[in-house]
């Protein structure tokens, strides 16, 4: 099977501060991974994905990094805004099945 | 929300009635999820659906029904409704196992 879990359920940052947001999984047969963004009252939005043949992805203002050695996944919020405030989660994808795992999520709180 | 809806987005019912929740997608995906998001359990696969009349059972299927007559349509059904359903329904949409799910904006379902 596969768990996800993530370092901690809290992070609090400093707007213009870059935010690092972390994710390990257990199954070393994971190939696809993803960040979602969600807002209070609304449905998870996807942020970035990763594949497994890959280490390093960047969109705007986020870098998705992937290390399988030791199986693990961090966000990188670059120039945190108070927009950014939100629960984030992983999800894994392994080819055994069709489905994701998602993480638990960590708060992301932005200060002014 | 990526072309989908959820309907009704609130429902209050009483234990032992019927409940039938709607997910419409315009996006003409083939893949079609429903999960249930929980305080300390994160997002939770139900059932999904991998085409037409193709459905399968996810992670908490238990207590809950699935049917897709149409490509557009995903419904969820709890026959019996318990106080334990009480939570949060999302559906999600792909165009493959290993892509990405873009969610709905969600149910809540409370049951009293």
């Known amino acids: 099977g596969e768990s996800v879990g993530l370092h901690l359920p809290t992070l609090s940052v400093q707007e213009g501060d870059n935010s690092i947001i972390n994710c390990a999984y257990s199954?070393?047969?994971?190939?696809?991974f993803i960040w979602y963004k969600q807002e209070s009252g609304k449905g998870p939005q996807f942020i970035i994905d990763i594949r497994s043949n890959m280490d390093k992805r960047q969109g705007q203002r986020v870098t998705v990094l992937l290390n399988k050695t030791v199986k693990h996944l961090s966000l990188q919020i670059a120039a945190t805004q108070p927009g950014d405030s939100a629960v984030y989660f992983c999800a894994v994808h392994n080819n055994a099945g069709n489905m994701l795992t998602f993480g638990g999520g960590t708060r992301l709180m932005v200060k002014p | 929300d990526a072309g989908i809806t959820q309907s009704p987005r609130h429902k209050v019912t009483e234990t032992g009635t019927p409940v039938t929740l709607r997910c419409h997608q315009t996006e003409n995906h083939r893949y079609m999820y429903w999960y249930r998001q929980d305080p300390g359990h994160g997002l939770r696969l139900i059932h999904y659906s991998y085409g037409v009349k193709d459905t399968d059972k996810g992670e908490v299927s238990d207590g809950y029904s699935v049917s897709r007559s149409k490509t557009e349509d995903f419904l969820l059904t709890l026959e019996s409704a318990t106080s334990s359903q009480t939570s949060v329904y999302f559906c999600a949409i792909s165009t493959g196992p290993s892509y990405e799910q873009y969610f709905g904006p969600g149910t809540r379902l409370t049951v009293t």
């Open positions: 199954n070393s047969a994971s190939d696809y």
